[in-house]
C-alpha cells in the first residue's frame, strides 16, 4: 500500500535535489528558484486541507547564488563546539556555498568554494566530515578539505578522469571512497592511495549518460553500489577484487608497489520499470530497497529476493507509483527513517516534494 503523506510546496521552480541528514530530522530541497528549503522530518498534524500529516517548514535559505541551486548535501558529522548542522549547495553559476546554523541562532551564510570552470552538478560530503567532493560540466570532480569551522576549503586533488559532464558525486557510507557519474556513460570509483586520491575503477556497463549513483548503506564488508541511466536501466554492481595500493601506514601492499586497483563486477540489472530517462535512484539502510525516479513521472521500489536457493542479487519489482507528480518529471528520491517509519520522498519539476509511505 502507498500513501501519500504530505506535498511540501513553496518553491516558484523545478525542485532539483534533496538530501536527507543521516543523523537529524532534518530535509533539504534545493530549486531552480536559487533558494533551498529546510523542513523537519518529524510530523506534526495537518491543517485542514485533506492531508493527514506535515512536515514543518524551518527556514529558506537565499541570496547564496545567482542561478538555480542544482545539488544539495548535508555534513553527516556535527561540527562545532555545539554540534550544529552544516549544508553544502552545488549551483549553475559554477559555485559551492556552505551554510552552518548554531543552536539558536539563524542560518549563516559560511564559505563560497570557487574553481569549476561551468556548472556544478553535484555535491556530496565524505562520511567523516572532513572531506567534499564536487563535480561539474566541466567534466571533472574536486576533492575538498576542511574542518569543523566549514569556512575554509583546501582543494587535495583535481580529477579528470571522466571524458565528458560529470553528473553526481556519492560516497561510500563507512569508508572515504566515492563514486562519480558520468555523461561518458560510465561509473567511476575513487579513493585515497599514499596521500592522492585516485581512479581504481571504471565501471562500463551502461550504454548511456549515467545519471546518478549510490553506495549500498551497509556497515558490513560487502560492497555494492546502484546506478542508473539514459539507457533505462538500473545496475547493481560488486567489487569482486582489490590490488596494489598502500597499507594504512603509507607502506606498499605488494613488493612493487602497484597502483591501487579495483575489479566491480554487474550483479544485477533490476526489472525494466521506466520508460524514459532514470534520474536518480536511492538505496535504503532500513529496508535494503532500492528506489528509481526519472522523466516517465514514475517511482519504482525494488527489494532483493533473500528467499533460500534464489541467487545472490537477484531483485525483484514491488512497487511502482505512476504520475507520482502528476504529468511532470521527478528530478531526485532518498528515502527517510522518521518516528513514525520509513517513509520515500520525490522531488519533481511540479515545484513539489513529496513524501510517501510505500
Not at 550504454?207 to 542508473?228: H, Y
Request: glycine fraction near 8%; proline fraction near 4%.
Amino acid at each position: 500500500m502507498t500513501n501519500l503523506l504530505a506535498s511540501l510546496k513553496g518553491h516558484s521552480e523545478r525542485v532539483w535535489d534533496i538530501s536527507v541528514h543521516p543523523k537529524l530530522p532534518l530535509l533539504a530541497t534545493c530549486s531552480g528558484d536559487k533558494t533551498v528549503r529546510i523542513y523537519s522530518l518529524e510530523p506534526a498534524p495537518a491543517a485542514d486541507d485533506g492531508a493527514s500529516t506535515t512536515f514543518p517548514l524551518l527556514a529558506v535559505l537565499e541570496d547564496g547564488h545567482k542561478r538555480s541551486i542544482r545539488s544539495v548535501a548535508w555534513k553527516p558529522t556535527p561540527s562545532g563546539d555545539n554540534g550544529y548542522p552544516a549544508l553544502a549547495m552545488g549551483s549553475f553559476d559554477a559555485t559551492v556555498s556552505i551554510w552552518g546554523k548554531e543552536d539558536g541562532e539563524e542560518w549563516s551564510f559560511l564559505a563560497q568554494i570557487e574553481g569549476h570552470e561551468n556548472e556544478v552538478k553535484g555535491v556530496a560530503w565524505a562520511p567523516s566530515g572532513y572531506y567534499l567532493a564536487t563535480c561539474s560540466r566541466d567534466k571533472s570532480v574536486w576533492v575538498w578539505e576542511t574542518d569543523d569551522s566549514n569556512e575554509e576549503f583546501e582543494c587535495l586533488m583535481f580529477l579528470q578522469d571522466h571524458t565528458e559532464d560529470v553528473k553526481h558525486v556519492a560516497w561510500h557510507n563507512h569508508e572515504d571512497c566515492f563514486a562519480s557519474a558520468s555523461y561518458d556513460d560510465t561509473v567511476k570509483v575513487f579513493r585515497e592511495d599514499d596521500d592522492e586520491w585516485v581512479c581504481v575503477a571504471s565501471l562500463e556497463g551502461h550504454t548511456s549518460t549515467v545519471w546518478c549513483v549510490e553506495f549500498e548503506p551497509t556497515d558490513a564488508k560487502v560492497n555494492r553500489l546502484v546506478s542508473c541511466s539514459d539507457d533505462l536501466t538500473v545496475i547493481v554492481w560488486k567489487k569482486t577484487n582489490s590490488t596494489g595500493g598502500t597499507t594504512g601506514d603509507g607502506i606498499p601492499s605488494t613488493f612493487r608497489g602497484d597502483p591501487l586497483s579495483e575489479e566491480w563486477a554487474k550483479q544485477a540489472t533490476l526489472p525494466k520499470a521506466h520508460t524514459r530517462t532514470i534520474y536518480a535512484v536511492a538505496w535504503s539502510a532500513a529496508s535494503g530497497r532500492i528506489a528509481s525516479v526519472g522523466a516517465d513521472g514514475l517511482v519504482a521500489v525494488y527489494e532483493e529476493d533473500r528467499a533460500d536457493g534464489v541467487p545472490e542479487g537477484t531483485w525483484k519489482l514491488v512497487k511502482t507509483i505512476e504520475n507520482a507528480h502528476g504529468v511532470y518529471e521527478i528530478n531526485s528520491v532518498a528515502w527517510a527513517s522518521t518516528k513514525n517509519g520509513e517513509v520515500l520522498i520525490t522531488a519533481g519539476d511540479d515545484c513539489v516534494t513529496n513524501v510517501w509511505t510505500v
